[in-house]
Nanobody, 124 residues
Framework: QVQLVESGGGLVQPGGSLRLSCAASGSIFSIYTMGWYRQAPGKQRELVAEMTSTMSSGGSTSYADSVKGRFTISRDNAKNTAYLQMNNLKPEDTAVYYC??????????????WGQGTQVTVSS
């Protein structure tokens, strides 16, 4: 059993910053990818940023065009935690943000897990 728990959402004014955290716990053997998605009312869930770590490549990151230069994803592999630093927030960033992880469990099966979501509201 693996759980992902997000935290750090809230209400912020345009131009402000927030830092989201996603802590993975449970029967974890390794984590391949951790990512952040968001879903605004009436819209489909979209990928915001993801970070992939492998022994050979050292890892890679990707971002949605709409957040490049404003958001930064990072991981603390020792803590099985991913972060999303969001700067210069805009009203269009308002959404429920979800954490996702592609995780190999201790019984050596790989699954994609999701957190429960955290609300981010950008408004004056």
């Amino acid at each position: 059993q693996v759980q992902l728990v997000e935290s750090g959402g809230g209400l912020v004014q345009p131009g402000g910053s927030l830092r989201l955290s996603c802590a993975a716990s449970g029967s974890i053997f390794s984590i391949y990818t951790m990512g952040w998605y968001r879903q605004a009312p009436g819209k489909q869930r979209e990928l915001v940023a993801e970070m992939t770590s492998t022994m050979s490549s050292g890892g890679s990151t990707s971002y949605a065009d709409s957040v490049k230069g404003r958001f930064t994803i990072s991981r603390d592999n020792a803590k099985n935690t991913a972060y999303l630093q969001m700067n210069n927030l805009k009203p269009e960033d308002t959404a429920v943000y979800y954490c996702s992880g592609v995780i190999t469990t201790t019984d050596r099966f790989e699954y994609e897990y999701w957190g429960q979501g955290t609300q981010v509201t950008v408004s004056s």
